[in-house]
């Protein structure tokens, strides 16, 4: 028994724990709000006292078993000269209640706007912190994590929160001074008409409720985790589908991601009517326990000779008790649910970052050559087997340089360290002779421009998207960049030409189109690192071909590094480095590579054959 209480107890500290830092946090700013929601809280609890102490007064007078003392009469005979006192007593003793109830829920909206608007601001920062959190976090931190829990996590959970946090808020200011006015209320009662024994009766069946809501709270903690994990589970497989509509096509796996779905769905659904069973259960037992309290009482009323308008009021009281007891016990519920989700987010913004910021960031000297320097590096995933194997390697400025090997063979990580994606196991990437280490993400990536095989295109305009790549420039200077990519050819098809809006992920224009605009975005940002990964893969020979004379302007100038299987895209470079099995284990022109290496010569024959097989390939000359 001591071992389930301890338990209990370990769990409390432990949602108040995880809860506190936040409330201090969060909450500190929004005092101007917050306060004066208590005080409104207050106004409205006040009703605990007032409406039975009211219903005291009134009925009597309504009744006609008491006269308004004669200080009022007097008052309502000066102040309305009324012609039928008696109609004029009884409207002024009913008028009361009402009265009441206006100053309750007045106290009451003023409460819930307050807390709602606090919430609002909360809910803003604590997005704002998530979101900017995970722009930090280094790719290893994606790479064990999928997608679509993160979005459950930073959308849904913190939505969530929102609404919890107002509602517990709201009434752990409301209910508990309800209560207590309620409560003093019955003291009061008790004190002058000697019920003293009816209420301790009352108060003592009031007791009875902690059991009950300790007992379904207990349950409903573990089901709330699984629930939330459900949830994030859902929106993966949703996220997941809807990401990758045409391979679910074209291996017709609708009917796989609907029934997976639909399994996901029937356990959740599951879950959330067990749980829905234990939350539920919790109001009637409250009332049920208050019904036999209000039967006691009713019982000893009569047996003490209570009046009717005693019995009233001392009933509204208990009503102004369990109510809030009913409501607490909701929100010891809700705090649980809080601190899980809270729990969740918190992870992400206290998440290590593998690539964290330098102490005392360096900066690169200017003018900024683009040389690189590998120093002995050797890299691994997540601590498993090595990727890349005391890689040592100079570039450079100004140098165009082509990656090639088989798939698998590090030629993407060798990119990705540049960038500082990743942190290397040991050795060194310098950028003009400082470690990317010792550069701040701004300083490193704005001397960085990336054109992928599938490059990202945002939902907004041509211009917009390739704004992008130096958000500080014109629109004389985008439109210059724009032709440079040839853009400006279908661009000016498009309504609104360069202010044609996209779809998601550059819906409404073609695998070539979407590439220009990438590289549009690269020609703006004129980084003096170049990297094209496999900028063309994907492209028909017609575009590729548009696509290459574009690189081949962007590249001049600049230090490039070019990812391809295809050599027709390599044909630019000046030097090639051979990769295999995360060494370079070749370094020079495709004559010398082609005589003395083997790996190259193997995977440029194949080229060569498929080239001669299907007509397509142009290999390089």
């Known amino acids: 028994m001591s071992q389930a209480r301890d338990k209990n107890q370990r769990q409390s500290a432990s949602t108040w724990g995880v809860l506190r830092p936040v409330l201090y946090k969060y909450m500190g700013p929004e005092l101007y709000l917050v306060i004066p929601a208590i005080l409104a809280g207050a106004l409205a609890a ?33 102040t309305f000269d009324p012609t039928d006192m008696e109609a004029a007593k009884l409207w002024l003793a009913v008028a009361l209640i009402p009265l009441v109830m206006i100053v309750r829920g007045v106290g009451t909206y003023l409460n819930s706007y307050l807390l709602a608007c606090a919430g609002t601001h909360i809910l803003q920062r604590l997005w704002g912190e998530v979101f900017s959190r995970l722009q930090q976090l280094s790719f290893s931190f994606f790479d064990s994590h999928r997608r679509g829990e993160l979005m459950a996590i930073v959308i849904q959970y913190a939505h969530n929160l929102q609404g919890q946090m107002v509602t517990v808020m709201n009434d752990l200011i409301i209910q508990p001074l309800t209560f207590l006015f309620a409560a003093g209320y019955l003291v009061y009662a008790a004190l002058t008409s000697n ?22 709270g207990r349950r409903m903690v573990r089901r709330m985790r699984q629930s939330l994990s459900g949830t994030q589970q859902i929106t993966a497989t949703v996220e997941e589908s809807l990401s990758a509509q045409r391979e679910v096509r074209s291996f017709n796996l609708q009917k796989h991601q609907s029934d997976l779905l639909t399994k996901q769905m029937t356990q959740y659904n599951s879950l959330i009517i067990r749980m829905s069973a234990w939350q539920l259960s919790l109001a ?28 009233a009021a001392i009933a509204t009281a208990f009503y102004y008790c369990y109510d809030p007891l009913k409501r607490l016990a909701a929100v010891l519920n809700q705090t649980q649910l809080m601190s899980i989700m809270v729990s969740a987010l918190d992870q992400i913004l206290k998440a290590k970052d593998e690539t964290p910021e330098p102490e005392k960031p360096k900066s690169l000297p200017s003018p900024v050559r683009g040389k690189v320097d ?73 001397n960085i421009a990336i054109v992928s095989q599938f490059s990202a ?15 500080a420039a014109t629109d004389e200077e985008v439109v210059s960049a724009g032709d440079s990519a040839r853009v400006t050819e279908f661009a000016m098809e498009k309504p609104g030409g360069y202010r044609y809006e996209l779809g998601e992920s ?16 690269a020609f703006l940002k004129n980084a003096p690192i170049l990297i094209l990964d496999e900028a063309t893969s994907a492209l028909d020979m017609k575009s590729e071909a548009l696509i290459q004379e574009s690189l081949e302007q962007l590249a001049r100038g600049h230090t ?48 060569v054959r498929l080239a001669e097989t299907d007509g397509k390939e142009e290999t390089p000359s």
């Open 457 to 471: 295109l945002f939902h907004d305009s041509i211009m917009e998207n390739i704004r992008a790549g130096y958000p």
């Open 46 to 78: 006040s009703a605990g006292f007032g409406l039975p102490a009211t219903i005291n007064v009134a009925f009597p007078i309504v009744f006609g078993e008491k006269e308004l003392p004669l200080e009022v009469q007097d008052w309502v005979v000066r």
């Open 506 to 521: 550059g819906g409404g224009l073609s695998g070539g189109q979407r590439q220009r605009v990438s590289i549009a975005r």
């Open 195 to 216: 019920e003293s024994a009816m209420l301790l009766g009352n108060l003592l069946a009031a007791a009875m409720v902690v059991p009950i809501v300790r007992y379904v």
């Open 284 to 311: 009637p037992a409250v009332e049920i326990v208050s019904s036999f309290a209000l039967a006691y009482s009713l019982y000893r009323g009569c047996g003490d000779g209570l009046t009717m308008e005693q019995f």
């Open 560 to 607: 490039t590094f070019i990812i391809a299987h295809r050599f027709s895209t390599i044909r630019m470079a000046q030097r090639i480095l051979v990769f295999e099995a995360g060494r370079i284990i070749a370094d020079g022109t495709h004559t010398e590579l082609y005589e003395s290496c083997n790996v190259y010569r193997s995977l440029y024959d194949e080229q």
């Open 374 to 446: 590998f120093n002995k590096v050797c890299f691994s995933y997540r601590k498993g087997e090595p990727v890349l194997r005391g890689v040592d390697v100079h570039i450079p400025s100004g140098q165009i340089v082509a990656l090639v090997g088989p798939s698998g063979s590090g030629k993407t990580t060798f990119i990705n360290l540049i960038c500082r994606f990743y942190d290397v196991d040991s050795g060194s990437v310098c950028i003009d002779d400082v470690d990317v280490r010792e550069l701040s993400r701004t300083e490193r990536m704005a």
